[in-house]
């Protein structure tokens, strides 16, 4: 088994934030909404019923961790969780903070509303602070 | 706090499979997909985050049971999962069987085709089926 790589679609779409024990969180180049990608760096893994049960514990904890830092770094009305992977087979986790008022509420944002760009520096500015709560 | 009740639309729109531990399962009557719910059994809450820790690792490992039970028992070519809830706030992960030539694929279900009928007792047989794999 080859090292684990970032799957090059994520990692164009997305800028990083942080390692955690297991998943490199990453967030998403999209200004219509706070979302983040937690990415387990165990290669070849498609889903979740395929990590040990530890790393599957672990990567329940790190959606908790993440899910708690967003939500105390952006407004957030609703968290959604999703494990799609239809298009990017890499096993990845959507954790995205949804807000009554956003592009795509209440439907899935996945192919909602066109990619809104960030202003300069605005992503990395929100990637650095919620890197500072993930800490 | 109130005793457990399952939101009446998850119940309009579903059929019981079997109760795990934590969480009851539930197949959703749309024969699109093989489309799963596990809602846990604890009041008032929305969000995974909002588990017990405890309650989180077995919510994991009840996902990973399902998601197994689903994929020895219908076509799969990949998992959906996810927790979102921006309409029935009570929560509930979806497990959904995705394939290739399915009415929505590479796209998310959620709002995606027009729910389609089981055949008389195909849904009950579905979960009957279900329920003995997950004894």
């Known amino acids: 088994?080859?090292?684990?790589?970032?799957?090059?679609?994520?990692?164009?779409?997305?800028?990083?934030?942080?390692?955690?024990?297991?998943?490199?969180?990453?967030?998403?180049?999209?200004?219509?909404?706070?979302?983040?990608?937690?990415?387990?760096?165990?290669?070849?893994?498609?889903?979740?019923?395929?990590?040990?049960?530890?790393?599957?514990?672990?990567?329940?904890?790190?959606?908790?961790?993440?899910?708690?830092?967003?939500?105390?770094?952006?407004?957030?009305?609703?968290l959604n969780v999703a494990a799609l992977g239809n298009s990017v087979p890499q096993l990845h986790v959507h954790v995205v903070a949804r807000r009554r008022d956003d592009a795509a509420w209440p439907n899935p944002i996945w192919g909602a509303a066109p990619r809104r760009h960030y202003a300069e520096g605005e992503a990395e500015a929100l990637a650095a602070k919620l890197a500072r709560r993930l800490k």
Chains 1, 2 share one sequence.
């Open 1 to 78: 088994m080859p090292d684990f790589a970032l799957d090059q679609q994520l990692a164009a779409d997305s800028l990083p934030v942080t390692e955690l024990a297991l998943s490199s969180v990453r967030l998403m180049r999209d200004a219509n909404y706070p979302w983040l990608l937690l990415v387990p760096r165990r290669p070849g893994l498609v889903e979740i019923v395929d990590l040990t049960e530890p790393d599957r514990i672990t990567l329940m904890e790190e959606i908790a961790t993440v899910s708690q830092a967003l939500r105390e770094t952006v407004r957030s009305d609703k």
